[in-house]
């Protein structure tokens, strides 16, 4: 009985393995396919997931968000997480809002840069920034309705 489950113990790690070997291959594809804008391939997999995604472009890397507020620029930011479910309904309408707003929305993805969302005191997502001067001059957080984003846009952004 004891060389039997030694047998089957071992059946099931070398299939672990196996499975893990196949996730790594297959996740090592799909980032060769797609335009990855974070510099690593050490992604969590809700992030592999949105590669792909349209609305998950024009990301903005946290040292090119700082340097552009120490240069006193202006950037409007969507601070998401990939697993936030919040986020996942709010930016299929934000985006395209943004889009026909001319709005230039940068995302920010704090799932794979949470420590570097820290200086912004992000405490929920989504969250929409709008920064002037290098300034954060308005926020809005949670799900809102697009109303509420486009009011956000004509007072902070657009005027």
């Given amino acids: 009985m004891g060389k039997k489950m030694i047998a089957i113990i071992g059946v099931i790690v070398v299939l672990l393995v196996a499975l893990f070997l196949v996730v790594q291959y297959q996740n090592n594809q799909a980032l060769e396919g797609v335009d990855n804008p974070y510099g690593t391939t ?3 997999q809700a992030t592999i997931d949105q590669l792909d995604n349209p609305d998950y472009g024009n990301q903005i890397l946290p040292d090119d968000l700082s340097e552009k507020l120490e240069n006193g620029e202006e950037a409007t930011v969507y601070f998401y997480s990939p697993t936030c479910v919040y986020c996942q309904q709010t930016t299929p309408y934000l985006v395209p809002l943004a889009e026909d707003n001319s709005v230039d929305m940068k995302k920010f993805n704090l799932l794979e840069f949470g420590q570097e969302g820290v200086p912004y005191a992000i405490e929920s997502t ?34």
């Avoid at 920034?129 to 984003?149: C, K, L, M, P, S």
């Fill in 126 to 159: 989504p969250t929409l920034i709008h920064f002037e001067d290098g300034r954060e001059v308005a926020r809005i957080v949670g799900q809102r309705t697009e109303e509420e984003f486009q009011a956000f846009f004509d007072e902070y952004v657009l005027n």
């Fill in 42 to 44: 050490d992604l969590d």
